[in-house]
């Protein structure tokens, strides 16, 4: 029996979370009949709600026809454009993000479904939080003409954009709304997810010097695809499918989030960092971070206060 149970204290341990997200470029927007917007892709998630009027919008050549209230997703690289297809003025709210959570990226990916109708149950799910987080956008604007956050402001964006997160997850595993995904696919990409996020976890354990050196990107991704019966084409095709970008990026993204979650322990210098992350000097470190962030590793600490 432990020192906690025979003392006759009960201890609940919430597990550690790790994750990092991007929104971008969230706007909510009025615009005239005959508008359009060109052809483009982006390597982010897109969602556009349609607010009022009618659009268009064309998704790698096929054409949906958005009614107020309807949802479009958006994979990175989609190919997209737009038009307000109305005779009057056209409202819409459109939200950009990414987010390192692999299981998230997976949902989001499966299927060819882009549409989603204002009564279907993803939407349903999903509308309180975008209803939320065009609330804070009139209240910010109200309050600061448009201008930057105020940190209440932030803080309540932030717990707005998780609850979009969290909706997302909910509509997307409902079994009304699951859709078949590929198996295979999903099992290889698993399988070399799995691989780099093992390589990048005991290269910062053992300090190992070949894992985020640059040189060493192919190197790595072509160890994790090894052994799965698959070209390395056949695994970047299905690791693209499933998670919507390629392994070389994803690992790149890995050894990012870990060189950020390291600078935020106080305790350890840049110097210790950089040689845990198998650096041979801290100077192609800094090199490599600004590459990455456009910001230096010691203006990242010093940005979020450590």
């Given amino acids: 029996m432990s020192a906690a149970q025979t003392m006759g204290i009960r201890e609940v341990m919430m597990p550690d979370v790790e994750s990092t997200f991007r929104v971008f470029a ?17 390597p982010l998630f897109e969602i556009n709600l349609l607010l009022d009027g009618r659009q268009c919008i064309k998704v790698n050549g096929q054409e949906h026809t958005q009614q107020p209230g309807d949802l479009v997703i958006l ?30 990226r997976e949902l989001l990916c499966r299927g060819s479904r ?55 997850t909910e509509g997307l595993t409902h079994p009304e709304a699951a859709r078949s995904a590929d198996l295979r696919s999903s099992r290889v ?26 040189g060493a990107l192919k190197e790595t991704v072509a160890s994790a695809m090894s052994g799965l019966g698959y070209s390395p084409s056949a695994c970047t095709r299905m690791f693209q499918e499933v998670y919507g970008l390629s392994p070389r990026r994803y ?24 040689s845990k992350l198998g650096y041979a000097d801290i100077a192609h470190f800094s090199r490599q971070f600004k590459r990455w962030t456009g910001e230096s590793p010691g203006r990242f600490r010093a940005r979020v206060h450590i």
């Fill in 75 to 104: 994979r990175p690289g989609d190919l997209h454009e737009s038009l307000n297809s109305g005779t009057g003025d056209m409202t819409y709210y459109c939200i950009h993000f990414d987010s390192d959570e692999r299981e998230l």
């Fill in 189 to 214: 990409a698993e399988e070399i997810a799995a691989f780099l996020e093992r390589a990048v976890e005991q290269t910062a354990l053992e300090q190992a010097d070949a894992l985020f050196e640059e």
């Fill in 114 to 168: 882009r549409l989603f109708p204002a009564d279907s149950l993803l939407t349903g799910t999903v509308r309180p939080s975008l209803n939320r987080l065009m609330e804070l956008a009139a209240e910010n604007e109200a309050e600061t003409g448009g201008g930057p956050l105020k940190l209440h402001a932030k803080m309540n964006t932030l717990s707005a954009v998780f609850g979009l997160f969290a909706a997302l």
């Fill in 251 to 274: 690992l790149s993204r890995l050894k990012l989030k870990k060189a950020k979650l390291l600078l935020m322990q106080p305790e350890l210098s840049i110097e210790q960092i950089s």
């Fill in 26 to 42: 969230a706007h909510l927007r009025t615009v005239e009949a005959a508008w359009t917007y060109p052809l483009h892709s982006h």
